[in-house]
């Protein structure tokens, strides 16, 4: 089952959905319509019992380039319902085995997607960054609170306040992703792995996965809304509008005023 027309990719085969991003024209940058069927698609395979695993995938040249910079000022996320924060609400519940194949850029929301998934593979190719700052905008996806568990206060600092890539082996050493390949064996080996936990129970997968998030769903749903109440209020000062026209301007911002 294919549904080009929404960007993201829809198949699923042997137990396995697999979610692609497919609007490499744009850097498979997210609009609206995209977390929609994103989200969609999530709390589908979530109560589809013939689902046992989900991969979410790029191209071998980019991953994602993030929210779509043009629609975010066109049709900012106005409340907990946008679609975004949908997508992100369900992919932090998502009961079952998650696993994410990343190749090239992986910016904003494409790296901090994967503070939720189980298992990550990354092109060598990969860098990862939060730019956030860059954009007058705060952290999402419970990246505030996430990442400085995983990496260490200054590590996150770093990673969050300067907003600059880091590349696949540095997500291999702080633990972001799990394994380093070749960008064209990226989306082939997160199948295979895929394959192999789709062939084991799936009420011990979803009971194993419940048992090593116990506790911390609750806080991180709480830190999304959060993040996501500042997220969507800096949206619409200063810093982020002259950010995004910069952009869409193909120009440096001017934060002197900001
Ligand atoms: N939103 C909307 N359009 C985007 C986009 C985004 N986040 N990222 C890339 N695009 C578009 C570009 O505008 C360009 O469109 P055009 O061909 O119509 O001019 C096209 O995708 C190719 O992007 P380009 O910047 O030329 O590719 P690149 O290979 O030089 O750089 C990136 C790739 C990802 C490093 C760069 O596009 C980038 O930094 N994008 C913005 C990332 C960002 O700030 N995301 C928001 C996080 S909240």
Known sequence: ?????????????????????HRVDKKNSITRAMYAALAD??????QDDSVRVVVIQGDPTVFSAGNDIGDFLQQPPASQDSPVFRFLRAIASFPKPVVAAVCGPAVGIGTTLLLHCDLVYAGDNAAFSMPFVN???CPEAASSLLLPQML???????????????M?????????VNRVVPPTECNAVAQAQARKL??????ALVETKRLMKLGQTAPVLERMATEGASFGRMLGEPAAREAFTAFMQKRKPDFSQC
Do not use: N, W
């Not at 696949?168 to 972001?176: Q, T």
């Not at 789709?198 to 009420?203: E, V």
């Open 41 to 46: 698609a999530l709390e589908a395979a979530a």
């Open 135 to 137: 954009l007058g905008l």
């Open 198 to 203: 789709a062939a084991k129970p799936l009420s």
């Open 152 to 166: 260490g206060y200054h590590r996150a600092a770093e990673a969050l306040l300067l907003g600059e890539p880091f």
């Open 168 to 176: 696949a082996e540095a997500a291999l050493e702080v633990g972001l």
């Open 1 to 21: 089952m294919s549904e080009p027309q929404t960007d993201i990719l829809v198949h699923a085969e042997g137990g396995i959905t697999t979610l692609t991003f």
